[in-house]
């Protein structure tokens, strides 16, 4: 795929249901929130300033991927994607529901816009009863 046609797909702003990250480090929030909305993709290789820095699937980037699923019981998908000689990696996360999805240490999260949101006392059971 070209640049162009990279960013023709994907666009440059992130939403709801995309995210760009530079590294698998901190997706764990991100997976968490968008399993709780709607779902979405996440593009690893993608600086903050929409540079594509590539991200090759290493073994630890992938095991990173794994154990985030397994901690958030989410069934992650990955695909390689090579966009003029750069690769990236395109984490789908699927819509969970009815179940609660949390980070390892308990938040539940949400997705709006841009940002994964905490949801706190009275809007728990207001965001849980809209998805219900």
Known sequence: MTRRAFWRRYGRLEHERLEFKAS??????SVVAMAMTRGGRIVVGVSDERRLTGHPPEQRSLDRIADVAQETGVDLEVERLDVSGTTLLV???PAVFPRVV??????????????????????VLRFLSARS
């Open 24 to 29: 698998v480090n901190h997706i764990g929030e």
């Open 91 to 93: 984490v789908t996360v």
């Open 102 to 123: 949390t980070t390892p240490d308990g938040r539940l999260l949400r997705r709006v816009g841009s940002a994964n949101q905490p949801l706190r006392g009275d809007s």
